[in-house]
């Protein structure tokens, strides 16, 4: 899958802002953790092995 593959995947707000997107990987991250099954299959598709390191800020 490409970058462009996962990309279309989710929606991107019309005018992004480094804000959004750090809230939209805490959401990823808060549903990955809980085991919620469409955010461990997107970290899947985009890592073959994520680790806490892939969800690291700063």
């Known amino acids: 899958m490409t ?10 707000p019309y ?3 480094f804000d959004q ?9 808060k549903a990955y953790l809980a085991g919620d099954a ?3 299959a997107e970290v899947q598709r ?3 092995n994520p680790g806490p390191s ?3 800020f700063g």
Not at 3 to 12: M, T, V
Not at 21 to 29: E, N, P, T, V, Y
């Open 15 to 17: 005018r992004p802002n």
């Open 54 to 56: 892939f969800f690291r």
């Open 46 to 48: 985009s890592r073959t």
């Open 3 to 12: 970058d462009s593959q996962l990309a279309a995947d989710r929606e991107w």
């Open 21 to 29: 997107f750090k809230h939209q990987a805490m959401d990823l991250l």
């Open 38 to 40: 469409s955010a461990v």
